[in-house]
């Protein structure tokens, strides 16, 4: 499966984004995913967890009640709406395939689309 992720860009602190991930090759709908995100000179941070169905949803402390991950089998596309967005949100965020594991790491994930650049000015 080949994903690519797009929506990113440069908004104001406070302000929403929605990210989308496209993907082709393979249904979406035969897997759980994941959104992570990488700042410079940082790991690559976990974002938010969907399921294959889109029943059950993770995310991290810093995302809870601001990120929103859903997704549309039909159309093969994850999204991520991000709400009240804070500086420190700036990243490249990334979708990845869920393969099994721990599922807030990295390691846990094998197909990467190639990002998508969020930049919140202050």
């Known amino acids: 499966v080949q994903l690519q992720a797009s929506g990113g860009g440069l908004v104001q602190a406070g302000g929403s984004l929605r990210l989308s991930c496209a993907a082709s090759?393979?249904?979406?709908?035969?897997?759980?995913m994941g959104w992570f995100r990488q700042a410079p000179g940082k790991e690559r941070e976990f974002v938010s967890y969907?399921?294959?169905?889109?029943?059950?949803?993770y995310y991290p402390d810093s995302a809870k009640g601001r990120f929103t991950v859903s997704r549309d089998n039909g159309m093969n596309t994850m999204y991520l709406q991000m709400n009240s967005l804070k500086p420190e949100d700036t990243a490249v965020y990334y979708c990845?395939?869920?393969?099994?594991?721990?599922?807030?790491?990295?390691?846990?994930?094998?197909?990467w689309g190639q990002g998508t650049q969020v930049t919140v000015s202050s």
């Open positions: 990845a395939t869920y393969t099994g594991g721990t599922y807030y790491s990295p390691g846990g994930y094998d197909h």
């Open positions: 090759g393979r249904t979406l709908s035969r897997y759980s």
């Open positions: 969907i399921d294959w169905s889109g029943s059950k949803t």
